[in-house]
């Protein structure tokens, strides 16, 4: 959450209104924040768990290391574990499908949190909305890079057509939700 807030502080202030706003505004934001990391990682649960699977978060000193430095840094990096997999029979589409869980579930909130920013009239609850829709978009994204341990190696691994319309999806809601928020203009 204190990544989130770290974030948030920075650009609020482009938001016309007092201090005290401005902080409500960064911890409403640091709270969707930690929701959405949080729901990427229940999903991973919930799919494992669908396929038989024993899975549990497990904190990692070096993810949550990484983490605490985020918090000053301009670097956001949030790690501070993953969901553990572990079962009888473990194969490249059962841990494809469980991977591409999390950023699936980030790019439907994205979907939903964007068209809500879209369609209201108030400015502050379009920025939440909007800027919500961008963190989940981005995490989906980030995620779904080919790479490592993350998601989307695994995904790659598994499937490289879901892979590339996971990835072109969550890539052109980044775009878009950033232009919702105001993050980058044309």
């Not at 809500?116 to 981005?138: E, Q, R, V, W």
């Not at 072109?168 to 105001?182: C, D, F, R, Y």
């Amino acid at each position: 959450m204190a990544v989130g807030i770290s974030i948030t502080l920075g650009i609020t202030t482009d938001i016309p209104s007092d201090f005290t706003t401005q902080l409500t505004i960064a911890l409403i934001m640091a709270a969707i924040f930690t929701a959405s990391f949080l729901t990427h990682e229940i999903a991973h649960k919930i799919a494992a768990q669908r396929y038989g699977l024993w899975a549990e978060f497990h904190l990692t000193l070096g993810g949550a290391m990484l983490t605490l430095v985020s918090i000053i840094s301009p670097l956001k990096l949030i790690s501070p574990g993953a969901v553990m997999i572990s079962g009888s029979f473990v194969d490249k589409k059962i841990m494809g499908k469980t991977a591409i869980a999390g950023p699936t579930t980030n790019i439907i909130l994205a979907v939903i949190l964007g068209t809500i920013a879209l369609y209201t009239t108030n400015p502050t609850i379009t920025f939440i909305t909007g800027y919500s829709a961008f963190i989940n978009a981005f995490l989906a994204t980030f995620n779904l890079i080919p790479f490592g341990i993350i998601d989307g190696y695994k995904i790659f691994t598994w499937n490289k057509l879901a892979w590339a319309l996971a990835f072109t999806t969550a890539v052109a809601l980044t775009i878009l939700t950033a232009m919702i928020s105001g993050l980058i203009t044309i």
